[in-house]
């Protein structure tokens, strides 16, 4: 798999590599998770959530209860224009599928890195047209190239409507003279986006003009009809066909529609590209602060297989960098709001029918409403960003709330979860072995033990798994 080897590790390493495993490729373990990754072998676990089965059965008859994430923009916008109270079933459609998804999925990585792609190639849903055509930009845009080439994912993301008219694209053309008076159609929004935040950073080293030249590449890249079909349409009379430099690529003139994407091929395979994604990806999975040490191999790899993600992800999840925090007592890396929320929810085996009616409202008062960053740069991805006391206080109540079975939407069996155990210390133990792999501290036990027997609404088993949710150790992962 890489420059460290899994095989061979004594049943106690085993069991906490598996959940440092389950903790970052994953949304966190549920009850006998770790002990079935260690029993597959954490190699091949790894490599199977890299390179994922095409399906999920179980995953897709749950996703069947919500039929518009299947529409088309232009099906979105038919049902909009026949009747506008409709968008709102199809966004909460939207908002659960996400959830169950990351809750359910067998195929853990790739919601994660779903999840990922779409805060690095952010859109906001309650901009305009975003709204109707956010559906089909996760689902064609995101999805499919979530765990192949970055090339392709870049390109799937520039010619998507929902980031062109994110980024106001679909309004820049070539400046004309007209009666002697410039007219400026020229927009830089996303030519600044693709270089800023998609690709080579923000440290890169390129200019104005260098972004003035990438907004021109795009120019006559548009929408057809933002009202009725809402898909890609390039108008070549909207193209500015003069010669273009962009960050050391010459383009002569006379190009058309081929001008933006030999700027992304360019982009794609560039060297501050692979350090920038790469940077964002250890940001991700190993530290808020990942070591140089580990972008320079990301990177490294990153140019050997022409930006293939499956490789990248493989050579961090490889390294000693990647584990060093499981194996050397490090901190942990705290978790975001969606981290938190599907982690518990996966925890306590929590079966998730609708998204809409509570665990969208916890996220959005931790400050991660879904698909509603408004600025391109997505949700951070630093732990450290999301400890505050405010953040910290919603995140205790969801914890408690959950384990009482007191969240709309999300069923938990507290009691078949505590196998029939009564004593406080002995369901601590029990689920400290089960779901967090022994990492939970003599502390937090003995805290969890001490829970009142004599208070039986909620249950005793209840109030230990709450507080064992909102304890320090599973704040972090």
């Known amino acids: 798999m890489g420059a460290l080897s899994l095989k061979g590790l004594t049943s106690d ?29 954490i190699e091949e676990w790894i490599l199977g959530q890299v390179h994922p089965p095409s399906s999920d059965p179980e995953l897709d008859s749950r996703l069947r209860g919500f039929p518009s994430i299947a529409y088309g923009t232009p099906q979105v916008l038919s049902l909009y224009n026949a009747d506008n109270r409709v968008i709102g079933t199809i966004i909460n459609d939207l908002y659960s599928a996400k959830l169950v998804r990351s809750v359910h999925a067998e195929n853990q990585l790739l919601e994660v890195m779903v999840d990922f792609w779409f805060n690095h190639f952010n859109v906001n849903i309650n901009d305009g047209f975003v ?36 980024l106001d694209n679909y309004l820049s053309t070539v400046s004309r003279v007209q009666n002697g008076r410039l007219i400026q159609g020229l927009n830089e929004n996303y030519g600044r986006e693709l270089m800023e935040l998609h690709t080579v950073g923000v440290d890169a080293g390129y200019t104005q003009p260098h972004v003035f030249d990438a907004a021109r590449c795009f120019t006559g890249w548009g929408i057809d009809n933002t ?40 982009l794609a395979l560039h060297p501050a590209t692979a350090h920038f994604v790469s940077r964002k990806l250890a940001q991700r999975f190993v530290s808020d602060d990942p070591p140089q040490t580990l972008i320079d191999k990301m990177v490294g790899t990153w140019a050997s297989s022409g930006g293939d993600i499956p490789s990248v992800l493989l050579r961090m999840f490889g390294s000693t960098e990647f584990w060093a925090e499981e194996f050397l007592e490090g901190p942990g890396k705290p978790k975001t709001p969606i981290e938190f929320v599907v982690s518990g929810v996966r925890a306590v085996q929590g079966q998730v029918t609708n998204g809409v009616a509570g665990l969208t409202g916890y996220l959005a008062n931790m400050g991660w409403p879904l698909y509603q960053c408004i600025p391109p740069t997505g949700y951070s991805f630093r732990g450290a960003d999301w400890l505050n006391a405010s953040s910290q206080l919603y995140r205790m109540n969801f914890a408690l709330d959950l384990s009482a079975n007191r969240i709309g939407g999300v069923t938990v069996d507290t009691r078949a979860l505590s196998r029939g155990l009564s004593a406080p210390v002995a369901i601590a133990n029990a689920m400290a072995n089960d779901v967090f792999a022994g990492t939970v501290t003599r502390q937090t ?33």
């Open 227 to 266: 009202g009725t079909s809402g898909l890609f349409s390039y108008r070549s009379q909207n193209h500015d066909t003069a010669a273009k430099s962009v960050f050391g690529l010459e383009l002569p003139a006379g190009g058309q529609r081929d001008d933006g994407e030999k700027l992304l091929d360019y």
């Open 13 to 41: 390493v085993g069991r906490r590599a598996a959940f440092h495993a389950l903790s970052r490729l994953a949304y966190g373990p549920g009850p006998g998770d770790v002990d079935r990754v260690v029993e597959q072998g």
């Open 131 to 166: 709204r109707y055509s956010i559906i089909s930009y996760e689902r064609d845009a995101i999805r499919p190239h979530a765990l192949g080439k970055f090339r392709a994912l870049l390109g799937a993301t520039a010619t998507h409507p929902a980031m062109m008219y994110y």
């Open 445 to 477: 036990l003995d805290s969890a033990a001490r829970v009142d027997t004599r208070t039986t609404n909620p249950s005793v088993a209840s109030r230990v798994t709450g507080l064992l949710l909102a304890s320090p150790e599973f704040q972090v992962r």
